[in-house]
């Protein structure tokens, strides 16, 4: 008996990775992550201070302690977190603050993202684990949600040789046509790995 497949095949792959991808954030709440610390990075904090505060997005937003430190410093936030565990999570740490805060439990590249409508989009550490197929879909959805003069300030591994995933310079390339590059610090992350943090602007 011969099995027959409907459908195109790159598609059930992208499926596939995207389960995987998916997966593998699921088992790392299942213990403590090392990215969950509690602390939002001095950069976030620059940023907050530099800035007069509006609406922001943080993709990936995790266990919400980005999403309480820009709504402390006067922003309007949501977040978009596809791992139920981490929602929860935010949502306990959020509860009774009465900030304004609103989580999306949800996988960012189906959710339906208001046009020209952020200040800020944030992310740390979600975009650099993309497969580039959807890093493309994503890097839209970036630049048609943000207001014009609008800022993408992003955290992530850069890919190296070594690496399977992280920020290519073609990512950037690519950013750059719909941003403006404002400033690229690159620096050490956890493990020793190349990282940068990168802040774009929309014309
Ligand atoms: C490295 S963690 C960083 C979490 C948070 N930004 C922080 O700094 O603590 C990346 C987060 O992005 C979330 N994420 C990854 N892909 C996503 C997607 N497609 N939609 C929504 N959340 C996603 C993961 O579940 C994880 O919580």
Redesign the pocket.
């Known amino acids: 008996m011969s099995v027959k497949i409907i459908g195109d095949k790159d598609e059930y792959i992208g499926m596939f990775q995207r389960l995987k991808?998916r997966a593998r954030?699921f088992r790392s709440y299942c213990k403590s992550?090392l990215?969950?610390t509690n602390i939002s990075p001095p950069e976030l904090y620059d940023f907050l201070e530099t800035y007069p505060a509006g609406k922001a997005l943080?993709?990936?937003?995790?266990?919400g302690?980005?999403l309480i430190t820009m709504a402390e410093k006067g922003w309007v936030v949501d977040g978009?977190?596809?791992?139920g565990k981490?929602v929860r999570a935010a949502r306990r740490k959020i509860h009774g603050k009465n900030l304004p805060i609103h989580i999306y439990h949800?996988?960012?590249?189906a959710h339906k993202l208001p046009t020209a409508s952020y200040d800020l989009i944030l992310d740390?550490?979600?975009y650099h684990?993309f497969p580039d197929e959807d890093k493309r879909i994503y890097e839209n959805k970036v630049a048609e949600s943000l207001v014009h003069g609008g800022y993408y300030l992003l955290y992530g591994f850069l890919k190296t040789a070594a690496s399977r995933q992280g920020i290519t310079s073609n990512d950037l390339l690519i950013l750059s046509t719909h941003l403006k590059l404002i400033r690229d610090e690159r620096s050490l992350g956890v493990g020793d790995r190349p990282a940068a943090w990168i802040l774009f602007q929309r014309d």
Do not use: H, K, Q
């Not at 943080?58 to 266990?63: E, P, S």
């Not at 978009?80 to 791992?83: D, G, L, P, S």
């Open positions: 991808r954030f992550p990215w969950d943080d993709i990936g937003c995790g266990t302690t980005n978009v977190e596809f791992i981490a949800t996988d960012f590249l740390m550490g979600c684990s």
